[in-house]
């Protein structure tokens, strides 16, 4: 399995400002994802981040709204920019394995 | 497409059986899951399923899946308090970037 952390837990934000998520993961992983979960929603898939290239960003998504980095193996970011009440939700960082595939314990944001 | 459907909630006695379905539509999914999400904590990955098998048991758990009509099931024997949470089932979709397609979440109710 994975052990992933998510920094902050959990944050209150302005209307216009921007907000960087971090990932930690306790194992090199290939492949991570960063999900939305709306409130009383399912989860929805942002963007998926692979070391060493561009994040690739799902229909409704753009680069601008939520850059990502992967400086490496083990760690990921998201920024969520120019922020909206609408960007209320919580977002979950996400590793797979070959079967498997694990969450982070989320990231809950409220936009004001 | 890609769609995921559960129902929306079930309310079960302590100590009885629970059994919650979900139904997808793409065919071409290799693993299917189940996440069981507690009011203001993550996704905890619960079981999986290769989706060349019919059927998966761990301790209390039972998945059931029935590839023809595209049909997953969860079942949790002797239902605790405890498992009062959502229950998510989500499809690997082949090919890409192993996204997962989640369903809306079933809310289980477990009453005295």
């Known amino acids: 399995s994975a052990v992933i952390s998510q920094k902050p837990s959990r944050d209150i934000c302005q209307r216009g400002t921007s907000l960087t998520i971090q990932c930690q993961v306790d194992?090199?992983?290939?492949?991570m994802f960063w999900y939305r979960q709306q409130p009383g929603q399912s989860l929805t898939l942002i963007a998926t981040?692979?070391?060493?290239?561009?994040?690739?960003?799902e229909s409704g998504f753009v680069i601008d709204k939520f850059p990502i980095s992967r400086p490496n193996l083990t760690f990921s970011t998201l920024t969520v920019s120019n922020m909206s009440p609408e960007d209320s939700s919580i977002y979950l960082c996400?590793?797979?394995?070959?079967?498997?595939?694990?969450f982070g314990p989320g990231t809950r944001l409220t936009v004001l | 497409g890609e769609d995921v459907e559960q129902s929306l909630f079930l309310s079960v006695r302590e100590g009885d059986s629970s059994v919650i379905n979900c139904t997808y539509t793409?065919?071409?999914?290799?693993?299917l899951y189940w996440y069981k999400q507690e009011p203001g904590a993550g996704l905890q990955l619960l079981t999986y399923?290769?989706?060349?098998?019919d059927m998966k048991q761990d301790q209390r758990l039972t998945v059931l899946l029935n590839k023809k009509d595209k049909h997953l099931s969860l079942r949790i024997a002797d239902t605790q308090t405890g498992d009062s949470a959502i229950y998510f089932c989500?499809?690997?979709?082949?090919?890409?970037?192993?996204?997962?397609?989640f369903g809306a979440g079933t809310r289980l109710a477990v009453h005295p």
């Open positions: 996400s590793v797979s394995t070959a079967n498997e595939q694990f």
């Open positions: 194992s090199q992983v290939t492949m």
């Open positions: 981040a692979n070391q060493g290239s561009e994040a690739t960003y």
């Open positions: 793409d065919s071409s999914s290799t693993y």
């Open positions: 399923i290769f989706s060349n098998m």
């Open positions: 989500a499809e690997r979709i082949y090919g890409g970037y192993n996204k997962l397609i």
